[in-house]
C-alpha cells in the first residue's frame, strides 16, 4: 500500500485529504507543521507528499527546497494543493522541483487521480 504524506497547517483540510486518500486505500500520514514535516519526510520518505504553499514558519516553498536537497527526499513526488492559483506560484514550485499543483478548491476525483498518476510513475521509474 502506498503511502502518502499530507502537509498543510489548517487541520481540517489535513483531515478532508486524508480522508479521500485513505477512501481510496492509501495509506496516509499527516503533519500541520513544515518544520517536524521536513524532519519526518527525510526520517522516512513516503512514496508521495501533498503539499501546502501557505504555511507558518517553514512554507511549502522553503519546505519544498529542503526536501529536494537532501538525497533522501530528492526523488520524493511532491503534488502542491495550495489555495495560491497564480501563474507565477504554479510556475515557481514546478521549478523548484514539485512534480504537479492542484488548486484549492479541488475535486476530490482530480485529487486522486492525480495522485494515482505521480504514484504509477514514481513506480515505473524506480522499477527502470
Keep these: 500500500m502506498a ?4 502537509v498543510d497547517d489548517e487541520p481540517d483540510m ?3 485529504l486524508a ?3 485513505k477512501s481510496d486505500g492509501l495509506e496516509v500520514d499527516t503533519d500541520t507543521d513544515g518544520r517536524s514535516a521536513l524532519a519526518r519526510l ?3 520518505p513516503p512514496d508521495l507528499v501533498l503539499l501546502d504553499l501557505m504555511m507558518p514558519d517553514l512554507d511549502g516553498m522553503e519546505l519544498l527546497k529542503l526536501l529536494r536537497l537532501d538525497a533522501k ?3 520524493v513526488p511532491v503534488l502542491v494543493v495550495s489555495a495560491r492559483s497564480g501563474h507565477q ?3 515557481g514550485t514546478l521549478q523548484l522541483g514539485a ?3 492542484i488548486c484549492k478548491p479541488f475535486s476530490p476525483r482530480e485529487l ?5 498518476q505521480l504514484l504509477e510513475t514514481s513506480e515505473v521509474e524506480t522499477n527502470a
Excluded: E, K, P
Aim: proline fraction near 0%; charged fraction near 20%.
Design 112 to 116: 486522486v487521480r492525480q495522485v494515482r
Design 19 to 21: 480522508t479521500i486518500l
Design 14 to 16: 489535513v483531515d478532508l
Design 89 to 91: 506560484d504554479q510556475l
Design 73 to 75: 527526499g530528492a526523488n
Design 42 to 44: 527525510l526520517a522516512d
Design 99 to 101: 512534480n504537479a499543483y
Design 3 to 6: 503511502r502518502v504524506f499530507v
